[in-house]
Nanobody
Framework: VQLQASGGGLVQAGGSLRLSCTVS????????IAWFRQAPGEGREGVSS????????AYANSAKGRFTISRDNDKNTYYLQMSSLKPEDTAVYYC????????????????????WGQGTLVTVSS
């Protein structure tokens, strides 16, 4: 299983970015893709997750109303559209995949995932 995350960069507060995560090598019929982030000196925080099969989604409170997770099954690519970005959103963002069927706060726990992408840095300036 391989995941390739991209789309990070430098953006001003209030701006938007779209992260992409392309997944390959998955053989499960149903699984969850999640986005996590890790700020310097902090633990890995779950941001959002989505089911590959039916598109059910879950969001952390910090992401609700500002971030949108989506999928393109034809491209095996998952997106995190981030809007109204704040300096506190600055972090390395990772995508992860595992055979998780329950899409809620359970799917936002980093320890539930065995497969991770390399991370992409998002920096939000004030």
């Amino acid at each position: 299983v391989q995941l390739q995350a991209s789309g990070g960069g430098l953006v001003q507060a209030g701006g938007s970015l779209r992260l992409s995560c392309t997944v390959s090598g998955v053989t499960w019929d149903e699984y969850a893709i999640a986005w996590f982030r890790q700020a310097p000196g902090e633990g890995r925080e779950g941001v959002s997750s989505i089911s590959n099969k039916d598109g059910r989604v879950a969001y952390a409170n910090s992401a609700k109303g500002r971030f949108t997770i989506s999928r393109d099954n034809d491209k095996n690519t998952y997106y995190l559209q981030m809007s109204s970005l704040k300096p506190e959103d600055t972090a390395v963002y990772y995508c992860a995949v595992d055979r998780i069927l329950l899409i809620d706060s359970y799917s936002l726990i980093a320890d539930r995932y065995d497969y991770w992408g390399q991370g992409t840095l998002v920096t939000v300036s004030s």
